[in-house]
């Protein structure tokens, strides 16, 4: 499973940006997908995840809640991450995850793609 993201960028504070996750490769076995960003630590924290069938069920970190959507097209294997009402908090290198399995973790992940949110 290889993962490509792109959409990151600079953006002044009550600001929208679209992060645009493309899946590609063995498909079959992921069963969710979602963006994580780098805390302190270097660790990959979650901002929003969606699963992949069906019905369709999101979760989101309650940092973006009601500000960032997460949504899917299984036709074209993407994943979008619209967030809005972006704040300077919110700065930080956006990961795109998969998820096999129904594991919690991703398996796979894409490069980074750094948002500044700038005040």
């Known amino acids: 499973v290889q993962l490509q993201a792109s959409g990151g960028g600079l953006v002044q504070a009550g600001g929208s940006l679209t992060l645009v996750c493309s899946a590609s490769g063995k498909l079959f076995s992921v069963t969710a997908m979602g963006w994580y960003h780098r805390a302190p630590g270097n660790q990959r924290e979650l901002v929003a995840a969606i699963s992949i069938g069906s019905p369709s069920t999101s979760k989101y970190s309650d940092s973006v809640k009601g500000r960032f959507i997460i949504s899917r097209d299984n036709a074209k294997n993407t994943v979008e991450l619209q967030m809005n009402s972006l704040k300077p908090e919110d700065s930080s290198v956006y990961y795109c995850?998969?998820?096999?399995?129904?594991?919690?973790?991703?398996?796979?992940w894409g490069q980074g793609t750094q948002v500044t949110v700038s005040s």
């Open positions: 995850g998969a998820s096999v399995y129904n594991n919690t973790r991703p398996r796979y």
